[in-house]
């Protein structure tokens, strides 16, 4: 029931849509609120407006792919996973004909083999063909820094800061050399892969020194968890950027996303890397042995992590 392990996840106006192959009922679905709010008088007048949109279009769509006699739906507002409305649909017949469904005592599982896995997929093409578009990648701010969408204007200084191999030797995914028209290539990916609920990229921008470097969340909505990745310009080393622009982006995903984790590694040569990760509140959970290739040489990862309780219990 909105917890661990969803098979599906649509992102709506101002929720996730969560599914999953245990549910008590065939066709249940969960919406949990895209920012933590835990009561329904702390969502905004724009907010509450957005949640019933968001449960006629799911009661809509699971009407049409179950054909269930009605729906029942219940409001809950619990730490994790906030703010989360049930939809139940019901059928003649069904082992809680007459009665509420008491999803303790469900019979499991609720699908027959198969079934589920086109009704996930049945319901995700129609909430994305009907769907508003997703609101535009925000602007964040520290006190140094603004975090914002790229722009192909910014693409000659990405060539040129990416293309210093320091940056490539230390990173997973920059090319070297880094070749004309890249940069734009890259850029261009960003606004389809933001609307997509795939992943975010911020250019950092520091007030004193102009475009610095980047850095990105790569979203996995069914687990509720998000990748971060960063790089900052050779110039720019040992300035704090990134730590000030990771501990940004890890507030931004806590206080307006349903992640329940954010985890990021780095090659264990480039101790650095883990420094900003530990300043920026992450915790040291383990070495993963050649996990990856890095021009044609196995290299080991360090990974860090931060859950949603950490971060609440801190205050940050």
Known sequence: MCRSEPDAAVRLEASWVLVGPDDPVRGYACL???????????????????????????????????????????????????????VFPRYRGDQFEGRPIDPRIAKRPA?????FERFREQLANDLISGRARMAPQPTLQTERLLLRPFVLDDAPIVQRLVGAREIAE??????????????????????????????????????????????????????RRAELGYWIGRP????????????????????????????????????ASGRVMVKAGMQFEGILRQHVMKWDRPEDLAEYAILRTVFEAAGA
């Open 32 to 86: 949990v609120f895209a920012r933590h709010v835990i009561e329904l008088h702390d969502l905004t007048d724009d907010e509450g407006p957005a949640l019933m949109r968001d449960i006629r279009k799911v009661s809509g769509a699971i009407a049409r792919i179950m054909n269930p006699v009605k729906m029942n739906y219940e409001v809950h507002g619990n730490t994790a996973p906030h703010l989360h409305v049930h």
């Open 236 to 271: 720019f080393w040992n300035r704090g950027y990134a730590t000030e622009a990771a501990r940004a982006v890890i507030r931004f995903a806590f206080e307006t996303l349903p992640l329940n984790r954010i985890h990021a590694s780095h090659l264990t040569r480039n101790p």
């Open 170 to 223: 230390t990173t997973l995914t920059i090319p070297h050399p880094y070749l004309d028209g890249m940069a734009e290539a890259w850029i261009r990916t960003h606004r389809a892969a933001w609307e997509a609920q795939d992943r975010g990229t911020f250019a950092i921008v520091s007030n004193a020194d102009g475009l610095v470097g980047a850095i990105g969340l790569h979203f996995r909505p069914p687990h």
């Open 111 to 115: 699908y027959a083999p198969g079934e």
